[in-house]
C-alpha cells in the first residue's frame, strides 16, 4: 500500500482523511470533511450540503484550519435540516 503524504494546516496540525477542516471558497469561509490526500492537495467535501451528490474540490494544505470534530457537532445539526 502506498504511504500518504504528510499534509500541515494553517497551524501546522497534521491533515488526516475524515478530519474536519475551514477551508475559502468563493471569498467565503465553508466547513468540510478531508476525503482524499493527495501528493499536493488535499480533497475536501462540505460538511453540510443541499445536493446528495457533491464532488470534493482539492485545497492546497496551507489554506486549511484543522477543526475538532466536537466543534462540528452543532454546526452539522443546526444545518442539516
Do not use: C
Not at 504528510?6 to 497551524?11: E, P, Q, R, S
Not at 476525503?35 to 475536501?44: E, L, S
Not at 460538511?47 to 451528490?53: E, F, G
Amino acid at each position: 500500500m502506498k504511504e500518504l503524504p504528510v499534509h500541515k494546516d494553517k497551524l501546522g496540525r497534521t491533515i488526516n482523511i475524515d478530519d474536519f477542516v475551514a477551508y475559502p471558497s468563493h471569498n467565503s469561509l465553508e466547513f468540510g470533511k478531508v476525503v482524499k490526500i493527495n501528493n499536493k492537495m488535499v480533497g475536501v467535501v462540505p460538511a453540510v450540503s443541499k445536493y446528495p451528490i457533491y464532488k470534493n474540490t482539492n485545497k492546497y494544505p496551507q489554506d486549511l484550519v484543522r477543526l475538532e470534530a466536537s466543534d462540528m457537532t452543532w454546526y452539522i445539526l443546526k444545518h442539516s435540516a
